[in-house]
């Protein structure tokens, strides 16, 4: 079965400080992953999605850029954190089908 | 824009009950259904997902599609305290992207 993680769970960063969230999938091959927001109170924002190793579609221009440097893993990164920065990241994977699994998130608080 | 829209709540029934919770969309080209709950400061769990117009059942879930309303609902059976949630509506627009609604708050109370 597949198994997806994310890491760290929790972080707290001060402004313009970088971030580095890692997202892994595990029993699948060639997945397509993405990146999403979701901000207090507001729906999910797709950030970044990925159909291969180094294929990176950005959705919305921002401080944020994202990286996939294998084939199960998927980076998001900046390299200076805003405030408007804070929110839930959360990793998800799609195969075959189009209904996406996503995995446990990176709470981040950028204060 | 392509949007998706749900009535954000809460939504509050009796244990034992029906819920139903319903999502509209704005792209009439859309091919692809889902819903996703999501408890509070977890990540959002597909529970259904349906393709062609009707109804889909899976256990105490009905999703019901209507294209030419473009509109899609989600009954829960016998509703559960387990079950408060909130539940996110999701249309594919394109082949790997999903538009999400901002969610409907589900509270059942014993």
């Known amino acids: 079965s597949q198994t997806i993680h994310q890491w760290p769970a929790t972080l707290v960063q001060p402004v313009g400080s970088p971030l580095s969230l890692e997202c892994t999938v595990e029993?699948?091959?060639?997945?397509?992953l993405y990146w999403y927001r979701q901000a207090a109170g507001r729906g999910l924002q797709l950030l970044f999605y990925?159909?291969?190793?180094?294929?990176i579609s950005s959705e919305v221009p921002q401080n944020l850029s994202a990286s996939r440097p294998q084939d199960r893993q998927f980076i998001l990164s900046s390299k200076k954190l805003l405030l408007s920065d804070s929110g839930f990241y959360l990793c998800?994977?799609?195969?075959?089908?189009?209904?996406?699994?996503f995995g446990p998130g990176t709470r981040l608080t950028v204060t | 824009q392509k949007e998706v829209e749900q009535n954000s709540g809460p939504l509050s029934v009796p244990e034992g009950a029906i819920a139903s919770l319903n999502c509209t969309y704005s792209?009439?080209?859309?091919?692809?259904f889902f819903w996703y709950r999501q408890y509070s400061g977890k990540s959002p769990e597909l529970i259904m997902f349906?393709?062609?117009?009707g109804d889909k059942e899976d256990g105490r879930f009905t999703a019901q599609l209507n294209k030419a309303s473009q509109y899609v609902s989600l009954l829960i059976r016998d509703s559960q305290p387990s079950d408060s949630a909130t539940y996110l509506c999701?249309?594919?627009?394109?082949?790997?992207?999903?538009?999400f609604g901002t969610g409907t708050r589900l509270q059942v109370f014993p």
């Open positions: 998800a994977w799609r195969r075959a089908g189009l209904e996406q699994y």
């Open positions: 029993g699948t091959s060639n997945p397509n």
């Open positions: 990925s159909v291969g190793i180094g294929q």
């Open positions: 792209d009439r080209g859309s091919q692809s």
């Open positions: 349906i393709y062609s117009n």
């Open positions: 999701a249309v594919n627009i394109v082949a790997d992207k999903l538009i």
